[in-house]
């Protein structure tokens, strides 16, 4: 059965840092494009990164360039994001998707992914 587990999510200050972590089971992420969304209280569900697993390569959107990182461990099937000096802004549930994808780049849509974790909640406050 595939399944994506994200971890790592709760209160966090202002200008400070955490870690999520989306682990893989049912299937090896190697070959896979792994992204991170985000949906806020009501607002649309966004892609803010991606990863390739195979190739490495990576993208951001502009609004966590700089300050968010997206990285893979595939020996421990799991994507991480760091997240440093996140904002108030960034607080929302967060998940991570998983798709099957032959390119080099890694899609940052929502209907490329095929697979979805339930989501961690994150919330910046001081």
């Known amino acids: 059965q595939v399944q994506l587990v994200e971890s790592g999510g709760g209160l966090v200050q202002p200008g400070g840092s955490l870690r999520l972590s989306c682990a893989a089971s049912g299937f090896t992420l190697d070959g896979y494009s792994i992204g991170w969304f985000r949906q806020a209280p009501g607002r649309e569900r966004e892609g803010l990164t991606c990863?390739?697993?195979?190739?490495?390569?990576?993208r951001f959107v502009d609004s966590v360039m700089g300050r968010f990182t997206i990285s893979r461990d595939n020996a421990k099937n799991t994507v991480d994001l760091q997240m440093n000096r996140p904002q108030p802004e960034d607080t929302a549930v967060y998940y991570c998707?998983?798709?099957?994808?032959?390119?080099?780049?890694?899609?940052?849509?929502?209907?490329?992914?095929?697979?979805w974790g339930q989501g961690t909640q994150v919330t910046v406050s001081s």
């Open positions: 998707a998983a798709v099957k994808y032959p390119e080099f780049l890694c899609p940052l849509l929502l209907d490329e992914y095929d697979y």
């Open positions: 990863i390739n697993t195979r190739t490495g390569s990576s």
